[in-house]
């Protein structure tokens, strides 16, 4: 697995997680930022611009992480991508390690989906 095909996986695992436990989608915008560049362009239009990165993003997405490893406990390539993106000085790396911090909890379903 390449970097970046580990990138895309935990994004569309994050994005997965969102929409299936927030009804909210990531927005190409969010996604881009957690690739880290211009990606994603799925050619939607753009109504209003995304919740996700209104307070603390990092934060928000770590949620999402704990929630996409347990909807994805029976995929291996995902905890493969994991590892290979944790020790990366980027965002997604960033979140990936704030899980496995100790003491670290993830934020409640309402802090997720407000402001």
């Known amino acids: 697995m390449t970097l970046d095909e580990a990138r895309e996986r935990l994004i569309e695992g994050l994005n997965y997680a969102a929409y299936h436990e927030t009804d909210y ?7 881009n ?42 995929d291996p390539k995902f905890s493969e991508a994991q590892r290979l993106i944790e020790n990366e000085d980027s965002e997604l790396g960033r979140i990936i390690r704030r899980t496995k911090t100790p003491g670290w909890k993830p934020m409640g379903y309402a802090q997720l989906t407000t402001d």
């Open 33 to 74: 930022r957690l690739f880290g560049s211009s990606h994603y362009d799925s050619g939607r239009t753009v109504v209003k611009p995304s919740s996700w990165p209104k307070g603390d993003f990092e934060e928000k997405m770590a949620t999402l992480l704990v929630w996409a490893n347990v909807l994805n406990s029976g």
């Open 25 to 31: 989608s990531l927005y190409d915008s969010d996604k």
